[in-house]
């Protein structure tokens, strides 16, 4: 059972633009999670497009709205996409490429004359929750889980994180080609910037499972060389397991790998609203850390350089938390009694701080970094 993705673009152009002096208030956060996704298609599409933007778009293959409502990800869940994609289809056409069975299905008969075609171009795209080949054939994905080799053999590369609960596997994109093209086209499903689909074997991924389980629950891309030496491309939480801090666990994992290289970094930007406030949340938590109970808790005064030596942190982002924790001022003079406030604000939430190590989620006892 083979499935060869659609064929891939060549230019590996990643942006990284900055993501300025934006911060979300709290108010605003809450609401993320309502206004996003498909209403996001309507809103871009009132926006005037640049021919820039409009080729980037075509590159990353990036539609306004959604047009696949559904993904059924294995046998049993099924959820809406939330961004358009035309990636998983061929080229010009709205037949899905080949699919689990080998074979190239025409997947909605679209009446190519009609003045105003279906936004949808497929109701359901049926995915291995394994191994992320697709179909538009619910027994055709039926059939696949039978004899996934990735459901029924080992996970694939090497374990660089295991706890009782959880494991962190590194995959290389040139190894595990078609996985990663898989995963990286199911990426494009939910979020809608720049993500990469192709050149797989210019990065390395980190896939998140349960321990003792080989279903994947997320993952992020790392580029194998990175002129910003960003420790982190792109991040994805599959949306059945959103919410259970296991974004902050990679990404506190991505800190985890590039401190182990000896580097002060960070994300590949700009950050999505969802990769933003998640940001926010591990970054200002373990600086809250380090300033209360860390190495810098017997400080009178902090500089912003001490803050990212200790943390790993680059400067920039720095600010962007002690902003949003609104304990700077427009002088970057760090206000340490708004930090303590902020942290009592955050416990009294019953929010998730740091544990007496300042990790929020890796415990290093269980890590098997191999850089
Ligand atoms: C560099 C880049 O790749 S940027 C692109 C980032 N990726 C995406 O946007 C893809 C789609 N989004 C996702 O996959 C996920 O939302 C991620 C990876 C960004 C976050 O993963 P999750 O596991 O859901 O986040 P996690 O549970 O760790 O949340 C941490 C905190 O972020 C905030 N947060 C996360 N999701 C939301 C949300 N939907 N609404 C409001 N706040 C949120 C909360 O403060 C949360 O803490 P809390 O639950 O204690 O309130």
Same mark, same amino acid.
């Given at each position: 059972m083979t499935m060869d993705p659609p064929e891939f673009q060549t230019s590996a152009a990643t942006a990284a633009s900055a993501v300025g002096e934006t911060i979300l208030?709290?108010?605003? *956060?809450?609401?993320? #999670?309502? @206004? =996003?996704?498909?209403?996001?298609?309507?809103?871009?599409?009132?926006?005037? /497009?640049?021919?820039?933007?409009?080729?980037?778009?075509?590159?990353?293959?990036?539609?306004?709205?959604?047009?696949?409502?559904?993904v059924q990800f294995g046998v049993s869940q099924r959820f809406h996409t939330w961004y358009g994609t035309n990636v998983y289809f061929?080229?010009?056409?709205?037949?899905?490429?080949?699919?689990?069975?080998?074979?190239?299905?025409?997947?909605?008969?679209?009446?190519?004359?009609?003045?105003?075609?279906?936004?949808?171009?497929?109701?359901?795209?049926?995915?291995?929750?394994?191994?992320?080949?697709?179909?538009?054939?619910?027994?055709?994905?039926?059939?696949?889980?039978?004899?996934?080799?990735?459901?029924?053999?080992?996970?694939?590369?090497?374990?660089?994180?295991?706890?009782?609960?959880?494991? *962190?596997?590194?995959? #290389?994109? @040139? =190894?595990?080609?078609?996985?990663?093209?898989?995963?990286?086209?199911?990426? /494009?499903?939910?979020?809608?910037?720049?993500?990469?689909?192709?050149?797989?074997?210019n990065y390395e991924f980190f896939i998140l499972y349960k321990t003792g389980s080989n279903k994947p629950m997320g993952f992020f891309s790392k580029d194998l060389v990175s002129f910003q030496q960003n420790n982190l491309a792109c991040i994805l939480i599959f949306p059945p397991y959103q919410r259970r801090q296991l974004g902050t666990l990679l990404m506190e994992f991505s800190y985890k790998l590039s401190r182990a290289e000896g580097v002060i970094t960070g994300p590949e930007l700009p950050l999505s609203p969802f990769g933003l406030i998640g940001y926010l949340h591990l970054w200002a938590n373990v600086i809250a850390y380090q300033l209360e109970a860390g190495e810098l808790s017997e400080r009178a005064e902090v500089t912003l350089d001490e803050i990212s030596h200790c943390t790993g942190f680059r400067i920039n982002d720095i600010i962007m938390a002690l902003k949003y924790m609104q304990c700077i001022d427009s002088d970057y003079k760090i206000y340490l009694a708004h930090i303590r406030a902020w942290k009592k604000k955050q416990a009294d939430k019953g929010k998730l701080g740091t544990n007496t190590r300042g990790n929020m989620m890796i415990d290093d006892e269980y890590l098997l970094i191999d850089v």
């Amino acid at each position: 059972m083979t499935m060869d993705p659609p064929e891939f673009q060549t230019s590996a152009a990643t942006a990284a633009s900055a993501v300025g002096e934006t911060i979300l208030a709290d108010d605003k *956060i809450l609401t993320l #999670k309502r @206004s =996003k996704k498909r209403t996001q298609g309507k809103k871009s599409k009132k926006a005037k /497009k640049t021919p820039s933007a409009e080729n980037e778009g075509q590159l990353y293959g990036i539609l306004d709205e959604p047009n696949i409502d559904y993904v059924q990800f294995g046998v049993s869940q099924r959820f809406h996409t939330w961004y358009g994609t035309n990636v998983y289809f061929e080229n010009g056409t709205r037949k899905l490429g080949i699919t689990v069975e080998g074979k190239k299905n025409r997947i909605k008969d679209v009446e190519e004359t009609d003045s105003e075609p279906s936004k949808v171009w497929l109701d359901t795209l049926f995915v291995c929750e394994y191994c992320f080949k697709y179909t538009d054939d619910e027994q055709k994905l039926v059939d696949h889980d039978r004899v996934c080799s990735y459901k029924s053999r080992c996970a694939p590369g090497r374990i660089q994180y295991k706890s009782p609960e959880y494991t *962190i596997r590194k995959v #290389k994109g @040139s =190894k595990h080609v078609l996985f990663c093209q898989c995963l990286c086209l199911f990426t /494009k499903l939910f979020l809608d910037n720049k993500s990469m689909y192709f050149k797989v074997e210019n990065y390395e991924f980190f896939i998140l499972y349960k321990t003792g389980s080989n279903k994947p629950m997320g993952f992020f891309s790392k580029d194998l060389v990175s002129f910003q030496q960003n420790n982190l491309a792109c991040i994805l939480i599959f949306p059945p397991y959103q919410r259970r801090q296991l974004g902050t666990l990679l990404m506190e994992f991505s800190y985890k790998l590039s401190r182990a290289e000896g580097v002060i970094t960070g994300p590949e930007l700009p950050l999505s609203p969802f990769g933003l406030i998640g940001y926010l949340h591990l970054w200002a938590n373990v600086i809250a850390y380090q300033l209360e109970a860390g190495e810098l808790s017997e400080r009178a005064e902090v500089t912003l350089d001490e803050i990212s030596h200790c943390t790993g942190f680059r400067i920039n982002d720095i600010i962007m938390a002690l902003k949003y924790m609104q304990c700077i001022d427009s002088d970057y003079k760090i206000y340490l009694a708004h930090i303590r406030a902020w942290k009592k604000k955050q416990a009294d939430k019953g929010k998730l701080g740091t544990n007496t190590r300042g990790n929020m989620m890796i415990d290093d006892e269980y890590l098997l970094i191999d850089v």
